[in-house]
C-alpha cells in the first residue's frame, strides 16, 4: 500500500484552518476534492521537509513546495476539482486566477505585511507567539522582508513621493475586483453551480483571510463585509468543510510523542539553528547593553571583531 501524502502547512487562527494564503488555498483544495493527505499544521517552517510551507511530501515524486505544482500534482493523482468544468468555464478559471493574482494579492500582502498597525498589532503578534523561541524573535521580520520583495516584483519599485497613490490605486483596483466577484458568483453556492471547483479554493482562501481576521485598519474589510454574498459564500465553506479547523488563538506548542520520530530529523535541525540563534542574540545583547566589551588592542582583535559584527548583522537579517 502506497504511503500517504503529507502536507505540511502553517497552523489556523482567526477562525481559519490556516492563517497563510497559500497553506489555506491546499486546504480548501484537497477538501474538496477530498484527497487523502496526512496534515501537518505546524508553526515552524525549519520543520517541513522542504523549509518553507506549504510543502507536500509524496511517495512518487519527492518534497514540491510550490502551491500550482502541488495543485498540479493532486489532479495527476486524479483528485481534480475541475474534472466537470465546460471549456468555457475552464477559460473563466485562468481568467479569474490572474485577476486575483494582479488585483487581490498585492493589497493582501499590503494590508497584513507593510501596513505598520496591521503588521504589529496582528500579523507579527501571531507568528511571534505561536513560533517557539528564539525564532520568534527573527522570522517574522525576515517572513516581512520577504513579502515586500514580492510585493516590488508584483508592483515594481515606487520613489517615497509616488508610493501614497500607487497605494491608493492597489486599493481601488481590489475594491473593483471583489464586486466583480460578487457580481459573478451571484445567488449560487460556488462559482459554477452546486460543487466547488479550483476557482472555489482560491476566492475563497482571499476573501476569507480579509473577512475573518481582526484587522486594526481594515480599509478593505469593510468593503468585504458590505458584499453579503461573498460573506456567506465564505461562511458556507468553513462550515460545510472546516466545521472542528478553525481556531481564535495561535496553538499551543506541541510536546514531542513517540509518533513523531518520522521528524525526528527536522526537529534536530531545528534545536540546533535554535540555539545557534540564540547564542548569537545573547551575544549581541550583552555586547549592546555593554556587559562585554571588545578592545581593539592589536590587529588580530580587530579581525575577530569584524567577524563577529558580521554574524549579527547576519543573524539580524
Known amino acids: 500500500m502506497a504511503a500517504p501524502m503529507e502536507l505540511y502547512c502553517w497552523a489556523g487562527g482567526w477562525g481559519l484552518p490556516s492563517v497563510d494564503l497559500e497553506s489555506l488555498v491546499v486546504l480548501t483544495y484537497a477538501r474538496f ?19 518553507t510551507l506549504p510543502a507536500l511530501r509524496t511517495s512518487d515524486a519527492g518534497v514540491i513546495s510550490q502551491l500550482h505544482q502541488i495543485i498540479t500534482h493532486l489532479r495527476k493523482q ?3 476539482a475541475d474534472y466537470d468544468l465546460s471549456a468555457r468555464q475552464g477559460a473563466d478559471t485562468l481568467a479569474f486566477m490572474s485577476l486575483l493574482e494582479e488585483k487581490l494579492l498585492p493589497v493582501l500582502i499590503h494590508t497584513f505585511w507593510v501596513d505598520a498597525k496591521n503588521y504589529v498589532e ?21 517572513m516581512q522582508k520577504k513579502y515586500l520583495e514580492r510585493l516590488q516584483l508584483l508592483c515594481g519599485e515606487q520613489r517615497p513621493m509616488e508610493e501614497e497613490e500607487v497605494e491608493k490605486k492597489l ?19 460556488f462559482f459554477f453551480g452546486d460543487s466547488p471547483a479550483s476557482l472555489d479554493a482560491f476566492v475563497f482562501s482571499y476573501v476569507a483571510l480579509l473577512l475573518q481576521a481582526k484587522l486594526p ?6 468593503h468585504v463585509r458590505g458584499l453579503s454574498n461573498l460573506c456567506t459564500y465564505c461562511t458556507h465553506i468553513l462550515s460545510l468543510y472546516f466545521p472542528w479547523d478553525g481556531a481564535e488563538a495561535p496553538p499551543p506548542r506541541p510536546a514531542p510523542s513517540t509518533s513523531e520520530t518520522d521528524e525526528e530529523p527536522y526537529r534536530r535541525r531545528e534545536q540546533i539553528l535554535s540555539v545557534l540563534a540564540g547564542l548569537a542574540a545573547m551575544v549581541g545583547y550583552a555586547l549592546l547593553s555593554g556587559i562585554v566589551s571588545i578592545q581593539r588592542a592589536a590587529p588580530v582583535r580587530t579581525s575577530g571583531t569584524r567577524a563577529l559584527g558580521i554574524a549579527e548583522e547576519e543573524e539580524d537579517e
Request: proline content about 9%; overall charge positive.
Open 33 to 51: 476534492t477530498g484527497a487523502p493527505l496526512k496534515v501537518h499544521k505546524i508553526t515552524n517552517p525549519w520543520r517541513s521537509p522542504s523549509g
Open 78 to 80: 486524479k483528485y481534480n
Open 122 to 142: 496582528l500579523t507579527r503578534k501571531w507568528y511571534a507567539e505561536a513560533m517557539p523561541f528564539p525564532l520568534n524573535l527573527f522570522l517574522p521580520g525576515r
Open 171 to 189: 486599493y481601488r483596483e481590489a475594491r473593483e475586483c471583489l464586486t466583480l466577484l460578487s457580481q459573478r458568483l451571484g445567488s449560487q453556492k
Open 217 to 222: 485598519n481594515g480599509k478593505l474589510q469593510t
